[in-house]
């Protein structure tokens, strides 16, 4: 018996249409002749996509899903006001539940726009760890709806207060999965390299992948990315670590990025996550002509580097836009990052799925046989129809069962 049989289905890599065979959460089989006249009479349940765009969820690999919804205006429109801000709401208005409200209230949101994995930063300098507990219980709350991933994130500096790291400690502690850091805000360079030495020994010790704020800068000296790169080989850590940002790397030496850095980086197996809303937003403010204020998506591909994009921030301290809608993200990379060719956009479509999914180490992810039945069906005939309108989510499935849809 197949639970579910989705008809007529444009899948990304193929041509032509196939079927979707669905039991007991698995997809188990893909093939253009599944939807026989018995097939059909077995399945419990029939979608005819009608040659309608199917693809895995949609993963945001980088979110703050502590601060996401606060709507706190942001004036200069700024990185710096945008942390000051956050400081401010965190001393007068944070809360557990206010944390746990407005994010179940997002990702409620979220799902019905076909993201179906979030990997949020949580920021561990609050004493209390309010975001921490919020989120913890969450990840536990919505497990048969969303994959959460939380990254213990030192948004103040991981040598700024001599608390962090005890408080980093405790929030692994209470089920925070993954290490972040931010050493590009410490003091000094040598502090945020000691930052990364520390940060990713922490991780090596305890199994853990990583994911730091890097190089989210104007600065073309910022080259922290490089020092995460070496540590990720020396502790052979390849493929576990993640540079979130990078932005520096749009105006840094281009003989240093091409000849140096990049090698270094494949070298290491680390994945770059750019955001290209908020990169472009919170970017470029201190140079003119103004630079494009995000990592080379393109390069980076181009040299082999697992890259994702992702959407960082919706109505928050530092984004005052955004709506889930990680197809909006996928454009805006496509422009920004000069990926504007026919395998370029549909490699772009990759970034918002199989990509994150790949960096965030997700089980049994994709359309192929054996993988988990979670998927989205798309009011769209191809890739490009979907990145050029952005379409209604028709369908969106989670272990084979419509969750939310028109179906």
């Known amino acids: 018996m197949i639970d579910l049989l989705i008809k007529n289905a444009t899948l990304l890599e193929t041509t032509g249409t196939v079927d979707i065979a669905i039991r007991e959460g698995v997809i188990t089989e893909i093939s253009p002749r599944v939807a026989t006249a018995a097939s059909e009479a077995q399945a419990r349940k029939t979608i005819d996509a009608a040659g309608r ?24 429109g700024t990185l710096k006001e945008g942390i000051d801000n956050w400081y401010a709401y965190k001393q007068t208005r ?88 931010i050493p590009h805000f410490e003091q000094t360079m040598e502090l945020g390299s000691r930052s990364i030495q520390d940060l990713m020994e922490l991780a090596a010790e305890q199994g853990l992948l990583v994911d730091m704020h890097c190089d989210e800068s104007d600065d073309p000296l910022s080259r922290h990315v490089e020092t995460l790169a070496f540590h990720t080989a020396r502790l052979g850590m390849q493929g576990r670590v993640n540079a979130s940002h990078v932005t520096s790397m749009a105006i840094m030496d281009p003989y240093y990025v091409s000849r140096k850095l990049i090698p270094l980086m494949t070298g290491a197996e680390v994945s770059v996550i750019a955001n290209p809303l908020i990169n472009i937003h919170l970017g470029g403010h201190f140079h003119h002509p103004k630079h494009r204020a995000m990592a080379p998506i393109r390069e980076l591909h181009g040299a082999g580097i697992t890259v994702a ?61 054996g993988c988990r039945a979670n998927l989205v069906i798309l009011d769209a005939p191809d890739y490009l129809a979907a990145l050029r309108t952005s379409p209604q989510r028709i369908a969106v499935i989670r272990d084979g069962v419509i969750r939310n849809g028109k179906q």
Request: hydrophobic share 40%; aromatic share 6%; proline share 5%.
């Open 94 to 181: 944070l809360t557990v539940e206010d944390v746990y409200q407005r994010a179940r209230a997002y990702c409620e949101h979220a799902f019905s726009m076909g993201i179906q994995a979030i990997r949020s930063h949580v920021d561990v300098c609050d004493p209390q760890l309010r975001g921490a507990e919020a989120l913890v219980q969450l990840r536990q709350d919505l497990r048969d709806t969303i994959d959460i991933q939380l990254v213990a994130f030192p948004q103040d500096g991981y040598f700024r207060d001599t608390e962090v790291a005890g408080l980093l400690r405790k929030a692994l502690e209470m089920g925070v999965d993954v290490v972040g850091g």
């Open 309 to 369: 994009c992702a959407q960082d921030c919706n109505e928050d301290p530092w984004y005052p836009l955004g709506n889930a809608d990680m197809l909006e993200v996928a454009h805006m990379g496509a422009h920004i990052g000069h990926m504007m060719g026919l395998d370029q956009l549909r490699t772009m479509v990759g970034m918002v799925t199989t990509g994150p999914a790949a960096i965030m180490h997700l089980e049994r992810y994709g359309l192929e046989r």
């Open 53 to 76: 765009l199917v693809l895995p969820p949609f993963v945001d690999s980088h979110f703050h899903l502590d601060s996401v919804w606060t709507r706190v205006p942001n004036a200069t």
